[in-house]
């Protein structure tokens, strides 16, 4: 919680300092902010180089996603919940099998999402997973409410905890409902 808590502080102090380096016409029509940012500090090189550092940050993101997906998909498929060849591993158990189908999937999904314009393919591709991300988040916090009552937390913590998961699903649900009616 304090990493999380340190990143938005982070965020927003950077956000901010970008704003105040570059005017905000040129920030909300830029692509790539926190690289114009940098080439306005130091030169076009310097920003080129940022944007490539995120860009290698977020396959990296994307990357770990993708074995962490897999293996949900592995431990759900040995519990029987999807077809088993997703419990299909390599002899350094990875589940490289899974992930093709993912991969696969997701590059369809993608390919489904194809438009004249970068910039409304990328805004549906984030809407997508917006939608995809929050469905499974809305299931796990429905399942605090039975382990509270399983484990017999007592009622001070439990009325906590479940006040805490109410305002969660509301503000998850109100994303979702954002992602699903925004063109």
Same mark, same amino acid.
């Given at each position: 919680m304090c990493a999380t808590l340190g990143v938005a502080v982070i965020y927003i102090l &950077?956000? /901010?300092?970008?704003?105040?380096?570059?005017? /905000?016409?040129?920030l909300v029509n830029s692509t790539a902010p926190f690289g114009l940012v940098f080439s306005t500090i130091f030169d076009g090189t310097i920003g080129k180089i940022v944007m490539a550092m995120m860009? !290698?940050?977020?396959?990296? &993101? !994307? !990357?770990?996603?993708?074995?962490?997906?897999?293996?949900?998909?592995?431990?759900?498929?040995?519990?029987? #919940?999807?077809?088993?060849?997703?419990?299909?591993?390599?002899?350094?158990?990875?589940?490289?099998?899974?992930?093709?189908?993912?991969?696969?999937?997701?590059? $369809?999904?993608? $390919?489904?999402?194809? &438009?004249?314009? !970068?910039?409304?393919?990328?805004?549906?591709?984030?809407?997508?997973?917006?939608?995809? /991300?929050?469905?499974? #988040?809305?299931l796990s916090m429905a399942a605090v409410f039975v382990m509270v009552k399983v484990e017999h937390v007592n009622p001070h913590q439990a009325t906590f905890i479940k006040t805490i998961l109410l305002s969660e699903h509301f503000i998850a649900s109100m994303r979702f409902m954002h992602q699903a009616l925004v063109p």
């Open positions: &950077s956000t /901010n300092v970008a704003a105040g380096i570059v005017n /905000n016409e040129a860009v !290698l940050s977020c396959s990296g &993101s !994307l !990357l770990s996603w993708q074995f962490t997906i897999a293996r949900v998909f592995k431990a759900s498929a040995d519990d029987s #919940y999807f077809p088993h060849w997703f419990s299909k591993v390599t002899k350094d158990d990875a589940p490289i099998v899974g992930m093709l189908i993912i991969v696969c999937t997701q590059t $369809l999904m993608a $390919l489904m999402t194809i &438009s004249p314009s !970068l910039y409304k393919q990328f805004n549906t591709l984030v809407n997508l997973v917006v939608v995809t /991300n929050i469905m499974p #988040y809305i």
